[in-house]
């Protein structure tokens, strides 16, 4: 039997205390007027002593089954899309689950970096529209303050910490279409030494020399990126929705995994669409990898920004380098 896999529930959850560029400028050289004019970053939250991954993504997960009227105890599956998780096993979704109380769902990490939580969404909604589960928790979460390096100036800047999640339900297939509609995925595997973090992994295990040489912080070529989001991002978008033929002036939302300001909108601007769709928050957070998407649904579904029908697109581009997009038709919350 095959499910229409919908949107019941948001949540987010954003540290209290707050970096500004001015912090930072009294850490490295930088200013203000840099990081703005060429990221569009303003401020970024990051986590205080106790707000791991897994708390972060407890609080997220409280409102959106709030939201959704659901159980913890319901839940099927729980799905962290991370490139922080909490530990390097067991997965971040599982202590996520003794906290919340979730007693009868699986649960997995998946990591494909920026591009994780499209990724995740794509493998839970899968599960969803095959009849598996009845229900799932796509919980983007990362503290990427815990991989950023201090003293560069060229990537510190850009990091934020956050947890936002999707609550999925499958429901009988409707007349009309409606819910999470098709999805592109790739990467490009010859270029994955442009972002990466080196250390911490099997190829080189945590070692007092690999803390020494800075393995395990981001490493980034910055403009190099950037070229690649870009293109990237417009392809990925143009194929997702030629496969529900839609085109790109038809869509009321484009939610882009928020990097840089100026991706976003060169996106924008090759898709020849106008800029009031393309949602930005990335002033307020950075780049919070995983969450930054979900976080974007979340706040344009309690501003009741998100009328049902709503044709949205949600892209990213990241490590891998991989890519992701996915096309859905808002349905509004249960009356
Ligand atoms: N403050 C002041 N100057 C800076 C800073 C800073 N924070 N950072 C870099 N600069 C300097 C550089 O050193 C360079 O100086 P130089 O010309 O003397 O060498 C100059 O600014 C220009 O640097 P560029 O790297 O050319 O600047 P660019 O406009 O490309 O912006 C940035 C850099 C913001 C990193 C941009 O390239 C970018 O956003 N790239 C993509 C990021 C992205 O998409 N990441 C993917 C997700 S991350 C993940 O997957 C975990």
């Excluded at 990925?236 to 839609?246: F, G, L, P, S, W």
Aim: charged fraction near 20%; glycine fraction near 6%; charge should be negative.
């Amino acid at each position: 039997m095959d499910y229409d896999v919908i949107i019941r529930g948001t949540g987010r959850y954003v540290p209290e205390r707050v970096l500004t560029n001015d912090d930072f400028a009294r850490i490295v050289d930088t200013s203000d007027e840099w990081i703005t004019a060429r990221t569009g970053i303003k401020e970024r939250h990051i986590v205080a002593p106790g707000e791991t991954a897994s708390y972060m993504s407890e609080m997220a997960v409280r409102k959106a089954l709030e939201m959704a009227g659901a159980d913890p105890a319901e839940v099927e599956l729980i799905v962290v899309p991370t490139v922080t998780p909490e530990h390097v096993y067991p997965a971040t979704a599982s202590v996520v689950q003794g906290r919340i109380g979730a007693t009868k769902a699986a649960c997995f990490d998946m990591n494909a970096a920026c591009s994780s939580f499209i990724y995740a969404l794509n493998v839970a909604t899968n599960f969803l529209r095959v009849g598996q589960y009845k229900n799932a928790l796509v919980i983007g979460s990362d503290i990427m303050t815990s991989i950023a390096n201090y003293l560069d100036r060229n990537t510190c800047v850009l990091f934020g910490d956050a947890a936002a999640v999707l609550y999925l339900v499958a429901e009988p297939r409707s007349e009309t279409p409606r819910g999470i509609r098709a999805f592109d995925l790739g990467s490009d595997g010859t270029a994955v030494d442009i972002l990466y973090q080196y250390a911490g992994g099997s190829a080189a295990p945590p070692t007092p020399r690999t803390a020494l040489d800075e393995g395990h912080f981001v490493y980034m070529e910055g403009p190099e990126v950037f070229k690649r989001a870009v293109r990237t991002m417009e392809q990925t978008v143009r194929d997702v929705i030629a496969k529900e033929n839609v085109e790109p002036l038809e869509v009321d939302w484009f939610l882009a995994h928020q990097a840089n300001s100026r991706i976003i909108q060169s996106t924008q601007k090759r898709l020849q669409v106008p800029a009031e769709r393309v949602y930005i928050n990335i002033q307020r957070y950075g780049n919070t990898t995983s969450a930054s998407i979900p976080l974007c649904i979340d706040e344009l579904n309690e501003e009741g920004k998100l009328k049902s029908g709503n044709k949205v697109v949600l892209f990213a581009f990241g490590a891998g380098l991989s890519w992701a997009s996915c096309y859905l038709i808002w349905e509004g919350q249960r009356e």
